[in-house]
């Protein structure tokens, strides 16, 4: 007894997936079964017992298993004997499968590849461009430094760069705002503590990294609800079989949108359960769901399942100081990118650069409008979201507190349950026992 259950806990663990005949090539009994098959194409599960030292019950399993695989046919003998016919070199059908595998799960590594390298490529540009602008910058102040204190003969205000003039008062005129000493505390880089700060985060989070964060920076981290309508239908067929079969549009309110007049949600919840619409006494619209039909307490009301609440997208799933963080770097970028754009023709330096400018200022303003918009259309789901949220509340309040008319409604529906309930009873009625003879039977019936 011990030894069957031990082969089929084997069996059951052997099985793995269905739909993965190439992983459960790994488990011994199975390659035995096979080159017994091998050797015998034509084959019954007692002879594939016998030939490859296996229990009767793993040969049953593995032979319909192999079978199903590998499309092999049924035979019958004239004396009932039912063979398993392979076709020669069934295997292949395991080779091809393989191989076909192979290719599905490189073209799964490339893509899972080259996605990770486009989301890591914003953050790469990001970097890249400030370093460059910082470069620029750097290249332009030590030129101008080396022009002022060097013994040129010209002007000490600036110095020449075949042609064009740059002096270093040229860095008060970002937008023609005022600078301050305050702009030399913001760098490409984290102060010592946010460093550490930041690193303790990553180490946390080993999947967040700045590379990563800017891209969620830019386009987020996907839906928030992407299980919704399978929550939706689960709390629904609780609420269906906590009633008994039969509900009212008041109690499915709470899982669809809150609303009675939309009518097309209670009929996607009819087709999804085989529900149709019935009539009561005072004239309500109740909704029977026969599957579910059974008895429950007629004095209690069952306490409702908590209302569908939708989730709110969010910008970002990584924390704010890291998007915060982008976010300035970004906004120098723009900065930094916008004054060398500004100055391309009063800076010879520059203009010899100009293709390389109008690069980075392009991608200072993609790295800003495309968060701003995303922003704003975030804003706009949210408010939706939260609508729907709140009248499925309400519409929660009225079912778990019913007043009036609803609860009068609520009542036919379970009187409703109880005729049908006892229609089905009646009709299961005992019209023939083997404890009896059949014309004994027929006279009881008139």
């Known amino acids: 007894m011990k030894d069957e259950q031990r082969e089929r806990q084997e069996i059951k663990r052997a099985s793995f997936d269905e739909s993965d005949p190439e992983y459960s090539l790994l488990v011994p009994e199975k390659q035995r079964a096979i080159k017994a098959i091998n050797q015998k194409l034509r084959i019954t599960p007692a002879e594939l017992a016998s030939t490859s030292e296996l229990s009767i019950n793993k040969s049953s399993y593995?032979?319909?298993k192999i079978a199903g695989e590998t499309g092999a046919k049924l035979e019958v003998a004239n004396d009932g004997t039912i063979f398993y016919q392979f076709a020669p070199g069934f295997t292949n059908v395991y080779r091809k499968r393989g191989m076909l595998k192979a290719a599905l799960l490189l073209g799964a590594f490339l893509f899972n590849l080259l996605y990770w390298v486009v989301r890591v490529s914003f953050g790469v540009a990001l970097v890249l461009s400030v370093m460059i602008i910082v470069v620029i910058f750097v290249a332009l102040i030590t030129l101008a430094i080396a022009a002022i204190f060097g013994d040129s003969g010209g002007d000490a205000g600036g110095f020449d760069l075949?042609?064009?003039?740059?002096d270093l008062s040229y860095l008060v005129d970002i937008f023609d705002w005022n600078y301050s000493p305050s702009h030399s505390h913001y760098s490409n880089s984290l102060p010592s503590a946010r460093r550490d700060q930041y690193a303790d985060y990553v180490e946390a989070r080993p999947r967040g990294n700045f590379f990563l964060e800017t891209f969620s920076f830019l386009f987020g981290d996907g839906k928030p609800n992407s299980n919704l309508q399978e929550i939706r239908w689960q709390k629904i067929a609780k609420v269906i079989k906590e009633n008994g079969g039969v509900v009212s549009a008041e109690q499915l309110a709470p899982y669809l949108d809150g609303d009675m007049s939309d009518s097309g949600m209670i009929m996607n919840a009819l087709a999804q359960f085989n529900g149709h619409p019935q009539v009561t006494e005072s004239g309500f619209i109740v909704y029977v769901f026969p599957d579910f039909l059974s008895a429950v307490e007629e004095l209690v009301l069952p306490r409702p399942e908590p209302y569908l609440e939708e989730a709110e997208w969010r910008f970002s799933n990584f924390s704010v100081d890291s998007q915060t963080f982008v976010l300035i770097l970004a906004v120098l970028n723009f900065l930094g990118s916008w004054w060398l754009f500004k100055h391309i023709a009063t800076i010879n330096l520059l203009s010899h650069i100009a293709g390389l400018i109008d690069v980075l200022l392009t991608y200072s303003i993609v790295l800003l409008v495309i968060p701003a918009v995303r922003a704003i259309v975030l804003a706009i789901l949210n408010s939706r979201i939260d609508m729907r949220n709140q009248k499925r509340k309400a519409a929660f309040e009225q079912v778990n507190k019913p007043m009036g008319e609803v609860l009068k409604e609520l009542?036919?529906?379970?009187?409703?349950?109880?005729?049908?309930?006892?229609?089905?009873?009646?009709?299961?009625?005992?019209?023939?026992?083997?404890?009896?003879?059949?014309?004994?039977?027929?006279f009881e019936e008139l």
């Open 411 to 442: 009542h036919e529906a379970r009187e409703i349950r109880g005729q049908l309930l006892e229609g089905l009873h009646s009709d299961k009625r005992i019209v023939y026992s083997s404890d009896k003879e059949l014309l004994e039977q027929e």
């Open 162 to 166: 075949g042609g064009g003039f740059f």
């Open 62 to 64: 593995w032979l319909n």
